[in-house]
């Protein structure tokens, strides 16, 4: 016969619970549907992030410069090096080859002496510290052995040098791969950026750009500001003919630039030598602490570190490359973002 038992109700600690997790996912449905979305960053917002990362960028850029001229620098000094040791092989190989000659004219004669078989066939150092040998052998023979003793000793310390500078340029190579990704790095956020921004934003921006462009360059002409030198005009000029040229990062002209790959080529154009970071570029010449004392074509620093230069336009202006996404252009220093340092009059 079939049983019909009652069905177990649940207990009511159990129905309590359930009731409260019920309660719990209902009130969470309600927050999730009531919530507001996320509010797209404003174009403002996302030029001052995207500036940041700029100049985030210009900083390692600077860095990546400076890694890159030492490392061209070493390869210079490490083919140098190279050139000497093979050179001073060849001297000492002459200088064996003319002590060999003169032992096989000995050895023709029978007369060679075992002081000199002693030199052929031991290491010329461990030859000469037996100085009760010498007398053994010409004064001739002497003067060469001293000559393949101190040509050898260079030839050792020219290859540890070497060998020095290599290490050092593996670690400069390696140091030099770390700040182009870290560039790349903040480039490709500000460009993430930017890509959020409509077509109508970016177009303001661009625009806004152009503006403060175009004041800058109308107070920087306005003015009557002298150049420092022949020199300083003519940087000045050839930096003036490369406005709306790009600006890329570790670029040195003539087609694109960066910050110190601008006015490093400009002074190249007036035939001075400058060099190649802009933290290097700040130690050359006399400074100059006042704005109201620059001179058009003095070189002008910016932010603690350094890391940014131009060249002075006169009125406040600066004629320079700005950063990523920027042209060859003037600007007032008011808006560089980063204090004023000091000039350099070259």
């Keep these: 016969m079939a049983s019909h038992r009652r069905p177990k109700q649940p207990s009511r600690a159990r129905v309590t619970v359930l009731s409260t997790a019920a309660a719990a996912a209902v009130a969470l449905g309600s927050q999730a549907a009531n919530a507001a979305p996320s509010e797209k960053p404003s174009k403002d917002e996302v030029k001052a992030k995207v500036d940041k990362l700029y100049e985030e960028a210009e900083q390692a850029t600077e860095k990546y ?6 490392q061209e620098k070493l390869q210079k000094e490490i083919s140098t090096i190279q050139d000497n040791v093979a050179r001073g092989q060849e001297e000492l190989n002459e200088l064996r080859d003319s002590i060999g000659l003169a032992a096989a004219a000995q050895y023709r004669t029978g007369t060679i002496d075992s002081s000199l078989q002693l030199f052929l066939s031991s290491d010329p150092d461990d030859y000469l510290d037996k100085a009760s040998t010498l007398d053994q052998l010409s004064s001739q023979q002497v003067e060469a052995l ?55 934003e970016k177009a303001e921006l661009a625009a806004e750009q152009a ?17 420092g030198s022949g020199r300083a005009a003519a940087a000045f000029a050839a930096a003036q003919s490369k406005i709306g040229s790009p600006y890329v990062y570790g670029a040195t002209g003539p087609s694109s630039f ?31 602490y006042s704005v109201k004392d620059l001179k058009v074509g003095d070189l002008v620093f910016f932010f603690n570190d350094l890391h940014h230069v131009g060249l002075y336009a006169g009125n406040g202006q600066v004629l320079h490359a700005p950063r990523t996404g920027t042209v060859v252009r003037y600007e007032s220093m008011s808006t560089i973002g980063g204090p004023f340092m000091w000039g350099v009059r070259v």
């Design 65 to 70: 410069n400076g890694a890159k001229e030492k």
């Design 258 to 288: 960066d910050c110190s790959g601008l006015t490093s080529w400009a002074y190249a154009q007036a035939g001075v030598s400058i060099p190649r970071t802009s933290e290097a570029q700040s130690q050359i010449g006399t400074r100059i």
């Design 146 to 200: 001293k000559k393949i003793q101190e040509k050898q000793r260079e030839l050792a310390q020219e290859r540890a040098e070497a060998a020095d500078k290599l290490k050092d340029l593996a670690s400069t190579r390696t140091e030099l791969g770390k700040k182009k990704k870290e560039v790349q790095g903040k480039l490709a956020a500000a460009q993430k950026l930017l890509n959020s921004l409509t077509a109508k």
């Design 211 to 227: 503006r403060a462009s175009r004041t800058s360059e109308r107070d920087a002409l306005s003015d009557d500001v002298p150049p």
